[in-house]
């Protein structure tokens, strides 16, 4: 290819960034029959990366029929199942899937399109990502699953789903915390009653020692402490500077959330109705029994 052909070829090429970004299907195809190659604008991304994001998906069946490359990385090393998961578009998330794409690469940050959808609680792109796959389990570089990510985002649904997909509530990131930690820490009271129907545990300790009771003394979230409780969780247990939920809240000056503490019983068993659960939880761990709403 002479240099005249080149400077051709990449203006086509950049012709077709636009087209794709803006969504012109008719011109996409064209630009492709002209010859144009696949460019990459300032920041790394192709033209399937930008008509992913736009929600372009006329756009992308034809990119993907003309064999772009499903899993190139833009300079945050995101794939163009990443920037779909950034706005989760469901539609370009299930081509990209059909045309088994890589569904678990990670970011820069370390984060899949999976941590990307349940960040943002996108809970129907969260569905097909778990149905096709996507590995529930992988942690990003803070040590977060993607079930953690939805849980400090208060996202229930999004929650259930991946906890229906295998996730594990008792997973700890890179402080320590599991998800019921990060519930109760944000004061998200739907899902700590999802993760309270899970098989997790009410006094698991983080780096500081702190079980979410702790947490949720610190904070002054009156109705955490009593979900916590009444899920068994144990006002005794000391953290790592020897301090219980109790010394917490009196030190925090959150009088509410002593008098509950001060006052809450240790029970051997309690009984949780969820929505769609059954569970007999003793102080330290959860026995669960999964039982359908026919039961209820």
């Given amino acids: ?100 794409c890589a569904l678990d690469r990670q970011d820069k940050d370390g984060n899949t399109a999976l941590h990307e959808v349940s960040w943002h609680g996108f809970t129907q792109s969260v569905k097909l990502l778990v149905k096709a796959g996507a590995n529930v389990y992988t942690k990003n570089k803070a040590g977060n699953t993607p079930l953690h990510l939805a849980c400090q985002n208060g996202h229930a649904q999004s929650a259930k789903v991946l906890l229906l997909g295998g996730s594990r509530p008792d997973s700890k990131n890179h402080a320590g915390d599991t998800c019921l930690h990060v519930a109760a820490r944000y004061n998200h009271l739907a899902v700590i009653r999802i993760l309270l129907g899970a098989y997790c545990s009410v006094s698991e300790k983080n780096l500081a020692g702190d079980t979410p009771l702790h947490v949720a003394a610190t904070l002054n979230h009156k109705k955490a402490i009593r979900l916590l409780l009444e899920a068994g969780a144990d006002s005794r247990i000391n953290n790592n500077a020897g301090l219980t939920a109790l010394d917490q809240a009196r030190e925090h000056n959150n009088p509410e959330v002593a008098l509950l503490l001060t006052k809450a019983p240790q029970r051997e068993g309690i009984f949780w109705h969820l929505s769609d659960t059954f569970m007999v939880r003793g102080n330290s761990d959860c026995n669960l029994f999964m039982a359908s709403r026919m039961f209820l």
């Avoid at 077709?16 to 630009?31: R, T």
């Avoid at 010859?35 to 929600?55: E, F």
């Avoid at 772009?68 to 370009?92: F, W």
């Fill in 1 to 100: 290819m002479n240099q005249r052909d080149a400077a051709e070829v990449l203006a086509l090429s950049e012709r077709l960034l636009v087209a794709s970004h803006k969504g012109q299907v008719d011109s996409v195809v064209q630009l492709i029959n002209k010859g144009a190659k696949v460019a990459v604008t300032k920041y790394g991304r192709s033209p399937l990366h930008l008509a992913a994001y736009k929600g372009h998906i006329e756009v992308v069946r034809v990119l993907l029929k003309a064999g772009c490359n499903l899993d190139i990385q833009d300079d945050g090393e995101q794939t163009a199942l990443h920037r779909a998961a950034v706005v989760g578009n469901s539609d370009i998330i299930n081509a990209l899937i059909q045309e088994s």
